[in-house]
C-alpha cells in the first residue's frame, strides 16, 4: 500500500508539473507574441510619421498645387526594419500614401451642425448624377439618394423613396437609422438599397470625411478611373468616356488653374454652379495611409486619413488598426 501510495503521488505530481510547464511554455508564446504585436504596432506609427512628412515635401514642393509628380499616389514604400545587427528579429514596413479628395464624400447629402442634420440638394444630385455614371437606373439612383439622406438626416421624415427608423426596425435584425454622419464608407451597407453588388460598385469612389461637406476633387490627380468623377460635378452633362479623355489630355505637369481646365474643348457649353466651381481644386487637402508591418511573426496593418490645411499642418482626423473598407 505504501509503494501504491508513492507510485500515486509520482504520478499526480508528474502530471501537475506537465501542466505547468504547459502553462508555463504558453505563457512566454503568449508574451512574445503580445511584444511582437506591439513592436509591430509602434512601426506602423513610425510609418504614420514618415506620411506626415510625406505629405509636407509634397507642400514644399508646391504650396498652390498638388500633382502627380514623383509618382507618389498609391505608391507603396518598402522599409527593412530590425534584422542583423541590431539585436532585433528582421522586419518590413510598407506605407503607401493615397489622395483620399478624390471620391465624392457620403457626408455632402446633408448640411447643418451636430444634431440638425438636414438635406442638401446639391450633395443629393451628385450622388444621383454619380450613381447614374455607374449606370445604376435612375429610379434605383435616386432610392439610394433618398435612403441615405434619411440615414444620416436628424428628423423622422422620410423622403419619398427614403427610410427612416419604421422601416429598418420592421426588418428581422430591427435596427435604426445613423442620424449622424458616416464615421467610415462601409456602413453604407447598412443603408437600404445599398447591398453586397450595389456597395461593390459604388465602394471605390466613395469616401466619409470627417465634415459634411462637397467632396474637394483635385482635378491633378484624378486617374482615369475617376472620370465618373467628373462626370459627377457636370451632372452627367460629361460622360465618363469623355471625362476620361479629359484626365488623359492633362498636362504632364497638371493644369495651373482652373480656367485651364474649365476653358478645354471638351468642356464647351457645359455649365455647372457656383459651388461646383469652389469644390474643384488643384491642391490635395485629405491624405490615406495604408502601413503594413510584418514583425518577429507578427502582422499589423494601420490605415489613417489626414486633414493637410498648410504647410507644417497636417491633423490626423481617423486612425484605424484595419484596413478601410
Not at 4 to 23: H, I, K, N, Q, S
Not at 147 to 169: H, N
Not at 193 to 205: E, F, N, S, W
Not at 292 to 308: I, K, N, P, R, S
Amino acid at each position: 500500500m505504501a509503494l501504491l501510495t508513492v507510485l500515486l503521488l509520482v504520478a499526480v505530481m508528474t502530471a501537475l508539473v506537465v501542466a505547468m510547464l504547459d502553462d508555463i511554455r504558453f505563457g512566454l508564446r503568449r508574451a512574445g507574441n503580445a511584444q511582437a504585436v506591439a513592436q509591430a504596432q509602434y512601426y506602423a506609427l513610425g510609418a504614420e510619421t514618415l506620411a506626415r512628412l510625406q505629405i509636407d515635401r509634397l507642400a514644399r514642393r508646391d504650396p498652390t498645387r498638388t500633382t502627380l509628380e514623383g509618382n507618389w499616389n498609391g505608391r507603396p514604400f518598402v522599409f527593412p526594419v530590425g534584422g542583423e545587427g541590431t539585436g532585433e528579429p528582421p522586419g518590413v514596413i510598407s506605407a503607401r500614401v493615397s489622395d483620399a479628395s478624390n471620391c465624392f464624400n457620403l457626408n455632402s447629402v446633408v448640411e447643418g451642425v451636430p444634431g440638425q442634420w438636414q438635406r442638401r440638394e446639391l450633395g443629393v444630385t451628385q450622388y444621383v448624377a454619380l450613381l447614374r455614371a455607374l449606370e445604376f437606373p435612375p429610379r434605383d439612383a435616386a432610392a439610394l439618394a433618398d435612403a441615405l439622406v434619411d440615414w444620416i438626416d436628424s428628423d423622422q421624415a422620410r423622403a419619398p423613396t427614403g427610410a427612416e427608423d419604421a422601416e429598418y426596425t420592421l426588418g428581422g435584425d430591427g435596427y435604426r437609422t445613423g442620424a449622424t454622419l458616416l464615421a467610415e464608407a462601409s456602413e453604407l451597407r447598412a443603408v437600404r438599397g445599398h447591398d453586397a453588388a450595389a456597395y461593390a460598385r459604388i465602394r471605390p469612389h466613395v469616401c466619409a470625411l470627417p465634415e459634411a461637406t462637397l467632396s474637394p476633387i483635385n482635378l491633378n490627380t484624378l486617374q482615369e478611373d475617376d472620370a465618373v468623377l467628373l462626370a459627377m460635378l457636370t451632372d452627367g452633362a460629361l460622360a465618363p468616356a469623355r471625362a476620361r479623355a479629359v484626365i488623359a489630355a492633362r498636362p504632364d505637369a497638371g493644369w495651373h488653374d482652373h480656367v485651364a481646365f474649365w476653358g478645354q474643348p471638351a468642356l464647351a457649353g457645359i455649365v455647372v454652379p457656383n459651388a461646383v466651381l469652389s469644390q474643384v481644386a488643384l491642391r490635395t487637402r485629405f491624405f490615406d495611409l495604408r502601413a503594413e508591418v510584418e514583425y518577429d511573426g507578427a502582422q499589423v496593418v494601420l490605415t489613417a486619413l489626414f486633414d493637410h490645411r498648410g504647410m507644417g499642418d497636417t491633423r490626423l482626423a481617423a486612425r484605424r488598426w484595419t484596413p478601410d473598407e
